[in-house]
C-alpha cells in the first residue's frame, strides 16, 4: 500500500529571510528583482545550503546613477546587523593602477614601508561587524568597471575560493561575507530604449508601466555592456547579476517620503528631549521633486534638494530658537515666491501680530 504524499511549497521563505524581504521593501523603492535576488540567496545561507567553499553570494548590479545600486547593499547590512556603516566599501576608482592593489592586501615583506601598511581587507576588517545572532560581512566594490586588472584577478580568488591572501601571506576567510559589485555599464543603452516618462525625464511624465519586451531589452543592454567590458571567467564567477530600473515619478515620490522620515530622525537625534514634530503639504513634496529631478543623477539629486531647501532652513530654525520642544511645524509650498515656508502652529492661542511677512522662507 502507497503511503500518504503531501504537496510541498518551495516558493515560502523562512521567517529570517521573510524579515529581510519586508525590511529591503521598505527601504527600498521600485528594485523588486534585485530584493528577490538578496533574498534568495540569503534563504540558502541560512538553510545551510551555500556553496562550500564560496562566499555567501556575489552580486552585480547594472544600472543608471542614482536608481539605488549602494543604497540596496546598505539597506541589507542595515536589515540584517543594525548598521548601514556595516558595509566595507572599496571604491574601485583609486585601484586603476595595479601598484594600487597594496592598499587592499598590504606590501609584501622586505618592501619599503611593509610594517606601516594596513590592508583594506584583513580579517579583522571583515569581522568587526558580526553580532551575536547575525555573522555576515558586506564587501562592496563600488564602480567595478573603473578598476585595473590586478583587481579583477584578486576578485576571481575571492568569488570562487572565498580566499584572499595578504602581502604577508595571511589568508582572510570570505566564505561568510556577501560581495556586492556595482556598474554604471550600459546605463546609456539602456535609457534609450526606456519610452519618455519612464526615467527622469519630466517632473510631471506620467509612469507607464514596462511592458516584458523592453525590461527583456533592457536587462539584456545592461547584461551586454558587461560582457563587453569584463572576460568570461570574471562573470562565470558571478551569483547574480541585475539590472536595477530607472526611477520614474511614482517611485521618486515614495524616495521623497523615505527622505523625509529621515530628516525627521535626524531632528530627534540633534534636538534629543528638544524634539519638535513638522508636517508637510502634497504641494511641497511636489517642489522638492521638482527640485530633485535629474536625468544625470537619479535619486542621488533628490538627496541634494531635501538637503538644500529643507534641512538647512530648520538648521537655522534650531540654532535660532525659532523652534522649540514640542512645537509643530508646517512646511507648504509658497506659489508666489516658488519656495518652501515654514510656520509654527499654536494649539492653544494664536498670535495677534503674526503677519505674513513673519514667515520663514527657504531660499
Given at each position: 500500500?502507497?503511503?500518504?504524499?503531501?504537496?510541498?511549497?518551495?516558493?515560502?521563505?523562512?521567517?529570517?529571510?521573510?524579515?529581510?524581504?519586508?525590511?529591503?521593501?521598505?527601504?527600498?523603492?521600485?528594485?523588486?528583482?534585485?530584493?528577490?535576488?538578496?533574498?534568495?540567496?540569503?534563504?540558502?545561507?541560512?538553510?545551510?545550503?551555500?556553496?562550500?567553499?564560496r562566499?555567501?553570494?556575489?552580486?552585480l548590479?547594472?544600472?543608471?546613477?542614482?536608481?539605488?545600486?549602494?543604497?540596496?547593499?546598505?539597506?541589507?547590512?542595515?536589515?540584517?546587523?543594525?548598521?548601514?556603516?556595516?558595509?566595507?566599501?572599496?571604491?574601485?576608482?583609486?585601484?586603476?593602477?595595479?601598484?594600487?592593489?597594496?592598499?587592499?592586501?598590504?606590501?609584501?615583506?622586505?618592501?619599503?614601508?611593509?610594517?606601516?601598511?594596513?590592508?583594506?581587507?584583513?580579517?579583522?576588517?571583515?569581522?568587526?561587524?558580526?553580532?551575536?545572532?547575525?555573522?555576515?560581512?558586506?564587501?562592496?566594490?563600488?564602480?567595478?568597471?573603473?578598476a585595473?586588472?590586478?583587481?579583477?584577478?584578486?576578485?576571481?580568488?575571492?568569488?570562487?575560493?572565498?580566499?584572499?591572501?595578504?602581502?604577508?601571506?595571511?589568508?582572510?576567510?570570505?566564505?561568510?561575507?556577501?560581495i556586492?559589485?556595482?556598474?554604471?555599464?550600459?546605463?546609456?543603452?539602456?535609457?534609450?530604449?526606456?519610452?519618455?516618462g519612464?526615467?527622469?525625464?519630466?517632473?510631471?511624465?506620467?509612469?507607464?508601466?514596462?511592458?516584458?519586451?523592453?525590461?527583456?531589452?533592457?536587462?539584456?543592454?545592461?547584461?551586454?555592456?558587461?560582457?563587453?567590458?569584463?572576460?568570461?571567467e570574471?562573470?562565470?564567477?558571478i551569483?547574480?547579476?541585475?539590472v536595477?530600473n530607472?526611477?520614474?515619478?511614482?517611485?521618486?515620490?515614495?524616495?521623497v517620503?523615505?527622505?523625509?522620515?529621515?530628516?525627521?530622525d535626524?531632528?530627534?537625534r540633534a534636538?534629543?528631549?528638544?524634539?519638535?514634530e513638522?508636517?508637510?503639504?502634497?504641494?511641497?513634496?511636489?517642489?522638492?521633486?521638482?527640485?530633485?529631478?535629474?536625468?544625470?543623477?537619479?535619486?542621488?539629486?533628490?538627496?541634494?534638494?531635501v538637503?538644500?531647501?529643507?534641512?538647512q532652513?530648520?538648521?537655522?530654525?534650531?540654532?535660532?530658537?525659532?523652534?522649540?520642544?514640542?512645537?509643530?511645524?508646517?512646511?507648504?509650498?509658497?506659489s508666489?515666491?516658488?519656495?518652501l515656508?515654514?510656520?509654527?502652529?499654536?494649539?492653544?492661542?494664536?498670535?495677534?501680530?503674526?503677519?505674513?511677512?513673519?514667515?520663514?522662507?527657504?531660499?
Amino acid at each position: 500500500m502507497a503511503g500518504l504524499k503531501m504537496l510541498l511549497d518551495p516558493t515560502r521563505v523562512g521567517r529570517e529571510a521573510e524579515k529581510l524581504e519586508v525590511d529591503l521593501h521598505k527601504r527600498i523603492i521600485g528594485q523588486e528583482s534585485a530584493v528577490r535576488q538578496i533574498t534568495g540567496i540569503y534563504q540558502t545561507f541560512v538553510a545551510g545550503m551555500s556553496s562550500p567553499g564560496r562566499p555567501i553570494g556575489s552580486l552585480l548590479f547594472l544600472g543608471p546613477t542614482g536608481s539605488g545600486k549602494t543604497r540596496t547593499v546598505e539597506a541589507v547590512a542595515e536589515s540584517l546587523v543594525g548598521d548601514p556603516r556595516a558595509v566595507i566599501k572599496i571604491d574601485c576608482a583609486e585601484f586603476q593602477h595595479s601598484h594600487e592593489i597594496a592598499k587592499l592586501i598590504g606590501s609584501p615583506p622586505g618592501y619599503l614601508g611593509h610594517r606601516e601598511t594596513h590592508p583594506l581587507l584583513s580579517q579583522d576588517v571583515l569581522d568587526q561587524h558580526h553580532t551575536a545572532t547575525v555573522k555576515v560581512s558586506f564587501v562592496l566594490f563600488d564602480e567595478i568597471e573603473k578598476a585595473s586588472d590586478s583587481l579583477w584577478n584578486l576578485l576571481l580568488g575571492i568569488l570562487d575560493k572565498a580566499t584572499l591572501t595578504l602581502g604577508d601571506n595571511r589568508r582572510v576567510d570570505f566564505s561568510r561575507a556577501l560581495i556586492f559589485m556595482t556598474s554604471n555599464l550600459g546605463a546609456a543603452e539602456m535609457g534609450s530604449i526606456l519610452r519618455p516618462g519612464l526615467g527622469f525625464t519630466s517632473h510631471d511624465a506620467e509612469h507607464q508601466p514596462v511592458d516584458e519586451k523592453t525590461a527583456d531589452r533592457v536587462s539584456r543592454a545592461g547584461v551586454d555592456a558587461a560582457r563587453r567590458k569584463f572576460t568570461p571567467e570574471f562573470l562565470n564567477r558571478i551569483d547574480r547579476t541585475v539590472v536595477f530600473n530607472s526611477l520614474g515619478t511614482p517611485e521618486l515620490r515614495q524616495i521623497v517620503d523615505l527622505e523625509l522620515q529621515s530628516v525627521r530622525d535626524r531632528i530627534s537625534r540633534a534636538t534629543g528631549t528638544k524634539a519638535f514634530e513638522f508636517t508637510i503639504d502634497d504641494g511641497a513634496k511636489d517642489f522638492l521633486l521638482k527640485e530633485g529631478t535629474d536625468p544625470r543623477y537619479g535619486a542621488r539629486h533628490l538627496k541634494r534638494a531635501v538637503e538644500r531647501s529643507l534641512v538647512q532652513p530648520m538648521s537655522n530654525l534650531i540654532a535660532t530658537g525659532q523652534v522649540q520642544s514640542g512645537d509643530q511645524l508646517m512646511v507648504e509650498f509658497d506659489s508666489g515666491c516658488s519656495r518652501l515656508v515654514f510656520l509654527k502652529e499654536f494649539k492653544d492661542s494664536v498670535p495677534q501680530t503674526g503677519t505674513p511677512s513673519e514667515k520663514s522662507v527657504a531660499a
